[in-house]
């Protein structure tokens, strides 16, 4: 129900929308063995992760959803995520980045703040809305009646809208980017 309401805010300023159903499909969680940094920036196991990559290096935008468990986010989108972030911050630097969660009563905030942090340590501009993304119910009917919900899903839209928008313009109108400075490593362990 979030993501369709998000997605119907974007289709309506005529953004392209791809969604990527995670489902029952088997991700195996990220061994940081750096095949991907070494190679092609692909992970060497063959799956949802690369098709998902193939994607991203186009995306304007991304908006990641999950349903609640004990206080975070699903194990299959926490395995993706893992593995699609892992050393690829350029990849995804610049680009805005909304997570939604979806439970029937608490730890929302919680996996909300989890899936962020892929994109405030990756440079991305992350997108607010009227109220935390989330939304409540069990199932999709109780969803339907969380109306402040789907109207945040609505804001949300709107706002990533705006975003990829203001992004765009400023390529159009040359613009840069902000520079960056190179990432330090500082490990403490001596």
Known sequence: ??????????????????????????????????????????????????????????ADGFVFGTPVHFASASGALTSFLDRCFYGRGKLFAGKAFAGVVSCRRGGATATFDQINKYALMSNMYVVGSSYWNQ??????????????????MRNLGENMAYLIKCIESAKENNIPKPELENKVKTNFIR
């Open 135 to 152: 939304i409540h119910g069990n199932n999709a009917e109780e969803a339907k009646q969380d109306l402040e919900g789907l109207e945040t």
């Open 1 to 58: 129900m979030a993501l369709k309401e998000i997605e119907s805010i974007l289709n309506k300023h005529k953004i392209e929308t791809k969604t990527i159903w995670l489902g029952t499909k088997h991700i195996s969680g990220c061994i940081a063995c750096n095949h991907c940094i070494k190679t092609n920036n692909r992970c060497f196991i063959g799956d949802v992760v690369n098709e998902f990559l193939d994607e991203a290096e186009t």
